[in-house]
């Protein structure tokens, strides 16, 4: 087999063995494959990212609770989407899917500005009716016949 081909699959790789990657005590935030799937933009799946960097990971293993309440400065940040306007509407697109609530409210800590708590969710509604993952996407090569 010449070098950068790939094997028959009858054949092994020339260097089949296990190799473990790096490994981090560090949190990290996966994207779920139907948030990954869903018909949204890629500044939508940035902030739901954004939004489940925010999880407070022992409430979540504890009780299940996923509300968080990033600013909306550091949401813009984190996320690299680029306005206010912006993000409300990739927002939008998460409410639509059921990836994310939110509800705004008085800020506990000062009544005179508002807060928005968002509510993240790993798996979608019932009433979700796009992929819930990868096996449910089309591969456009599948539909093409040999000839």
């Avoid at 089949?16 to 996966?30: C, E, K, L």
Wanted: glycine fraction near 6%.
């Amino acid at each position: 087999m010449s070098k950068g081909t790939r094997p028959r699959a009858d054949q092994q790789w020339p260097d089949a063995r296990f190799r473990p990657g790096r490994q981090t005590v560090f949190p990290f935030s996966q994207l779920p494959d139907w948030v990954g799937c869903a018909p949204i933009t890629p500044g939508a799946k940035s902030l739901y990212w954004a939004l489940f960097m925010h999880v407070n990971q022992e409430r979540r293993r504890q009780s299940g609770d996923m509300k968080v309440w990033p600013g909306q400065r550091r949401l813009l940040a984190i996320s690299g989407i680029k306005s206010p306007t912006t993000l409300r509407k990739y927002l939008r697109e998460l409410e639509e899917i059921t990836a994310v609530d939110s509800e705004t409210g008085p800020n506990p800590l000062n009544t005179m500005r508002k807060q928005t708590i968002y509510t993240v969710h790993e798996v979608p509604e019932d009433r979700y009716t796009g992929p819930r993952s990868m096996d449910e996407i089309t591969d456009p090569q599948q539909g093409a016949q040999e000839p």
